[in-house]
């Protein structure tokens, strides 16, 4: 059989098996909704988000699973007032930042505070950043205008290159955005490491890292959500693992499931989490509820003694459950757990990261004297609801700016500027 006839084959088997699942959560969506009206089930990966969306999985489902988009963009859950902070010292090579003297705190680490450029020598640094953030709005401004105005803003595919552009102009000082998720914080810290061994000394990070286990943790725990499970990231888990996540479980009695990103792996996972929803209430309909938060029938039915898998893994070509250990390693070696503030949602706990005191001399928050503050007008009323939007309070239609005041070439807030927010998603492929 020629290729072109094995690939065609192929794809009609997947046809078939992505329709027999489609069958069966259905099925069983009708099943669980006997005793109420939704299922909610949250994705907490932009690349879920465009795959759920793209590949036409919530129109096919029945309505009565809601499939919501989480915190899980990167570029989305950058804190306006980390905008801010990269978008002074871009500002700094135009001579344009206030130029404050004061103490800089020995931590950038401050819950609830906002860093900001105090001074930089002449002739300033370049900002170095994914494409994603260059039109993500700050408070007043982004970097993409910044850049307009004669800022020094590049834009590189990784880390490795703008370490290259700093080795290439020993010269110029370079801050490079460290913006992601446990999967990009193992590449940057290889390349502070790197930085290190080639003796670089005009390479900076800024960090603006988040994890994903603390903001499943705020959300499960939180009163204005409503989620019956996890859609895990792929690709964060192939770092982490599965183990992270049972306290999904442990604690708040959720089911999860790590899942791919084909639309057969998304249906497949979504039918795991459903199967364990429905095998659950079975075995356990005549048990006492536990105690504990119990927002809805399905979850008050976990019990706290089963001995089954914690966590579903339905993405087991690469994910194992201790995950990367040389990936985690990396990271583990030049950050340290930190308070992060997580744009439209808030402080949370220990869920991002900094350098450590080893590697102090590549974070661009001391070298640039990024000083943290409170901020009066941060918290500038736009009417963007991204924040509802990443806690699945609402889906992006019920946004009034959405599709109207805030589109992709005009965005207002960020789940509608990268190509993984929900309010793209939902422009590109759902509007009415």
Request: charged share 25%; aromatic share 6%.
């Amino acid at each position: 059989m020629k290729a072109e006839q094995r690939k065609a084959t192929r794809k009609l088997d997947e046809g078939a098996m992505e329709r027999a699942l489609l069958g069966k959560v259905n099925g069983l969506v009708a099943e669980l909704c006997k005793t109420r009206k939704t299922i909610n089930l949250m994705e907490v990966c932009g690349t879920h988000t465009m795959a759920i969306s793209g590949f036409g999985i919530r129109r096919a489902v029945d309505p009565r699973l809601r499939l919501l988009s989480g915190p899980g963009c990167p570029v989305c859950v950058t804190a306006q007032e980390e905008i801010d902070a990269a978008i002074d010292i871009a500002r700094g090579g135009l001579g344009h930042n206030s130029a404050k003297t004061g103490t800089v705190p020995r931590s950038a680490r401050t819950r609830g505070t906002v860093p900001v450029f105090e001074s930089c020598p002449a002739p300033g640094p370049a900002v170095v950043t994914f494409g994603d953030m260059m039109r993500v709005p700050g408070t007043l401004t982004s970097l993409e205008r910044e850049k307009a105005k004669g800022a020094d803003v590049r834009v590189v595919y990784s880390a490795l290159d703008a370490l290259r552009l700093a080795e290439e102009a020993p010269d110029r000082q370079f801050v490079f955005l460290g913006v992601g998720f446990e999967t990009t914080a193992p590449t940057v810290a290889a390349t502070v490491l790197a930085a290190q061994e080639s003796k670089v000394s005009n390479f900076f990070v800024l960090p603006m890292f988040k994890t994903i286990p603390p903001a499943l943790e705020a959300i499960a725990s939180s009163d204005r959500v409503n989620v019956d499970g996890f859609i895990l990231p792929g690709h964060v888990s192939t770092i982490i693992g599965t183990r992270p996540y049972e306290f999904l479980r442990d604690k708040y009695h959720l089911p999860s499931c790590v899942v791919g990103f084909e639309a057969l792996d998304v249906l497949q996972g979504i039918y795991m989490l459903l199967r364990r929803m429905h095998d659950d209430l079975g075995e356990n309909r005549d048990s006492p509820r536990p105690r504990g938060r119990g927002r809805n029938p399905v979850q008050s039915l976990f019990s706290g003694h089963d001995q089954r898998p914690k966590v579903e893994n339905q993405y087991m070509r690469s994910v194992k459950p201790e995950g990367n250990a040389k990936a985690r390693q990396v990271m583990d070696t030049v950050f340290e757990p930190c308070d992060a503030v997580w744009r439209g949602i808030g402080a949370i706990p220990g869920s991002g990261l900094a350098f450590r005191k080893d590697y102090a001399a590549f974070d661009a928050r001391s070298r640039f004297h990024v000083r943290n503050r409170q901020s009066s007008i941060v918290n500038r009323k736009s009417g963007c609801r991204c924040g509802d939007v990443m806690l699945g309070v609402i889906v992006p239609p019920e946004c009034k700016l959405f599709a109207k005041a805030c589109t992709p070439e005009s965005p207002v807030g960020p789940c509608m500027v990268s190509t993984e927010g929900a309010c793209a998603a939902y422009y590109k492929y759902e509007r009415a």
